[in-house]
Structures are given as C-alpha cells and as structure tokens.
C-alpha cells in the first residue's frame, strides 16, 4: 500500500517538474501517493496549513518559510527548490496616476496574507526605497483575482507578485508594472512538516531524490518552453526569459543564505527571536 503525502504549492510555472513526475507516475512507481493541491493564495495560507496539520509538504517562499517557523509553525526546511531569485513585479492598475515606485511611499499594499510573500516583501522593497516601515499600509486580498479587484476599485494602491505570472495581466492592459523587486536569496524551499521529517525520513528522502532528478534537466526538455507557454498562458518570449534566470536546486539551502533571511526579517522587525539554524533544517 502506498505511503500518503500531502504537499501544496502555488499554480504557476516554477512547478511544473512536480506535475510532470506525477503525471509519469514517478511517486507511485515508489510506493509514494503524492497527493498535490494548488493554492492560488500562495505562501500564508501554506504556512497556515503546515501549522493546522492539513499538510506535509509545500513548495514555499523562503522568507515566507523563515516567517512562520518563527511564529511558531512546527515545519523545517527539507531541500531548497529554486536557488535563483524571484523577480516581483510591482504592480498598479492600468488607470493608476502612479508612474514611479517613489510615488507609492505611504500608499496601500494589495497582500495575498500577512505573512506571505507580498506581505514581507513590501517591507524589502519599502527598505530598498527608504521610506519608514511604520508609514506601510495592507489590503488583504487572498489571491490574484483578488488584487485585480483591489487595484481596479481603488482598496489598494499597489501589488507586488512575481512578474512572470502576472504578464498576461500586464498584456491585457490590467496591470502596469513600475519596478521589480528581487528576493536577495533562493526564493523556493521545500517545507516539511517536524512530525512528517520524524516519522517519514524514508519517504520524505525517496521524495526528494525524485523531484531532484526531474528538476535537474527540467531546462533541457525539448519544447519545455512552449510546454510552459501553453500551459500557464503566457507569451513564449516572456517564459524564455524566465527560463534563463531560473535555477532548480537538487540539495539542501546554505547556511549563509539562511542567515540572511533570518536577519533580514530581524532588522525589519518580521521576527522576534533569533531562530536556530540548526533546527530549521532537516536531516534525513
């Protein structure tokens, strides 16, 4: 009888290979029933479900990740996913007076979450922007769909959220995008829960080495550009590009790159306590 794992992630390119191993039957061939949910919401609502046990697994926002653990999410870090940074774009509706992102100083952020990457994010960005963090202002929006709504009906001012997915709205003459916003680290981890990493290292192993050996030559798949053109709606050009300045990780995140989430979030007051290195990452 095959082993049961619940593992979410948000419906966008950066997973595909996930799909495609369960689509091959990749999991089951090992005993493994992968059970995938999409969450549009993205990293927050994850991060509330490791916490409520409703999960096992997610492909979660590193800071995002960092976040919740320190908020008391019971989850470690199994094997970074994306070693590359995300590109956020930062977005406001087509009809917005707004031309700069300086002209967005004290204005109101769309989020998905608070806790979630457009919600830590904003507070990077204001960082790199100068302004004072006390001056941010949020909208909880849950979802993209949610953001359009926002913006268009003048709730929120700006959305951040990464620029590749939110192209077709940028096409289509929704949104208009005035800066992007790096992660200044990898920005995708794969996240175990504590209780799944004790009582699975087996499986959660097996896991990882399958996904690991379809992201390793994802790249190089024949056709994989239009695959994900086609797929996830977006141009060609855009997803060549995305391509180009995206990394798959088969191994487990840095320490240093860790250290800068953890301080990163502690200089801008996301985090408390000083969160053990140690215990944020998983050993088999």
Known sequence: MNTAV?????PEHFNLPWLMALEEGAFSARGIDLQWTDVPEGTGKMAEMLRAGKADLAVILTEGLVKAVSDGTPAQIAQEFIASSLHWGIHVHQSSPYRTESELAGKTAAISRYGSGSHLMAFIHAENQGWPLESLRFEVVNTLEGAVSA??????????????????????????????????WPCFVIACTEEFGRKAPGVLSDLLEI??????????IPSIDRTLALRYKQALE???EWLAITRWSQSQIKRENLENVISTLSHLNLISNKLSIEALMWKP
Do not use: K
Not at 6 to 10: E, L, W, Y
């Open 151 to 184: 913006l268009a009906s003048g709730t929120a001012d700006y959305f951040m959220w990464e620029r590749f997915t939110t192209q077709p709205l940028v096409d289509q003459g929704v949104f208009r995008r005035i800066g992007v916003c790096p992660t200044p």
């Open 238 to 240: 855009g997803i060549r």
């Open 211 to 220: 996904i690991n050996t379809f992201t390793v030559e994802f790249r190089d």
């Open 6 to 10: 619940r593992i979410v992630g948000v």
